[in-house]
């Protein structure tokens, strides 16, 4: 399996702020990264695949970069519906996910 | 639209075994692969399993290998997670997932989960 780590584990923020998560794999997954949000008794939702690509629906101020084996998301302007988990996915070699990595009101 | 609901859930000895079932509505089940996706009691998520469209392709985390088996019944639109010798460390809930329109396992639709303890 692809192992895949995150960083930080619990990142305080206000609202406004711009968010930076690393995301890191074992090896190199090319561009097959996603990223995924998840609130407490929710479903995961879908935000970015392929490294940078937006899913329909959710706002401009999440991107997504990175190739190989380093990928950030980043939140331009933290709102407060943005607080929640967040997790990278790899699919390059079947799927694995990072960690998460908490954004809370600081 | 599209539904996933799970079921069979519940409270297990250690080494016994449970069967999970995901009933799907509201798309072509035969035309998508499905996975199955774990997530312990506030701790992170855990890919476990996939099966292409016609159930003869499944793929495992290497972790699980052996001890899990995902199998398909397109025309019941149902999928199943088949899970032996069971663990404390495997008490979950688990997800159905669909993968996306390619078999990439990009996760737009999920079920609500489905309790598994694993406890004496």
């Known amino acids: 399996d692809i192992h895949m780590t995150q960083s930080p584990s619990t990142l305080s923020a206000s609202v406004g702020d711009r968010v930076t998560i690393t995301c890191r794999a074992s090896?190199?997954?090319?561009?097959?990264l996603a990223w995924y949000q998840q609130k407490a008794g929710k479903t995961p939702k879908l935000l970015i695949y392929?490294?940078?690509d937006l899913e329909s629906g959710v706002p401009a101020r999440f991107s997504g970069s990175g190739s190989g084996t380093e990928f950030t998301l980043t939140i331009s302007s933290l709102q407060a519906d943005d607080f929640a988990t967040y997790y990278c996915?790899?699919?390059?070699?079947?799927?694995?996910f990072g960690p998460g990595t908490k954004v809370d009101i600081k | 639209e599209v539904q996933l609901v799970e079921s069979g859930g519940g409270v297990v000895r250690p080494g016994g075994s449970l069967r999970l079932s995901c009933t799907a509505s509201?798309?072509?089940?035969?035309?998508?692969?499905m996975s199955w996706v774990r997530q312990a009691p506030g701790k992170g998520l855990q890919w476990v399993s996939g099966?292409?469209?016609?159930?003869?392709?499944?793929v495992y985390a290497d972790s699980l290998k052996g001890r899990f088996t995902i199998s398909r019944d397109n025309a019941k639109n149902s999928l199943f997670l088949q899970m032996n010798s069971l663990r404390a460390e495997d008490t979950a809930f688990y997800f159905c997932?669909?993968?996306?329109?390619?078999?990439?396992?990009?996760?737009?639709?999920w079920g609500q989960g489905a309790l598994v303890t694993v406890s004496s």
């Open positions: 099966i292409n469209r016609n159930g003869d392709i499944r």
């Open positions: 997932a669909r993968p996306d329109e390619d078999g990439n396992p990009l996760y737009r639709y």
């Open positions: 090896q190199s997954i090319g561009r097959w």
């Open positions: 509201g798309f072509t089940f035969g035309d998508y692969g």
């Open positions: 392929k490294t940078s």
């Open positions: 996915q790899q699919y390059s070699s079947f799927s694995s």
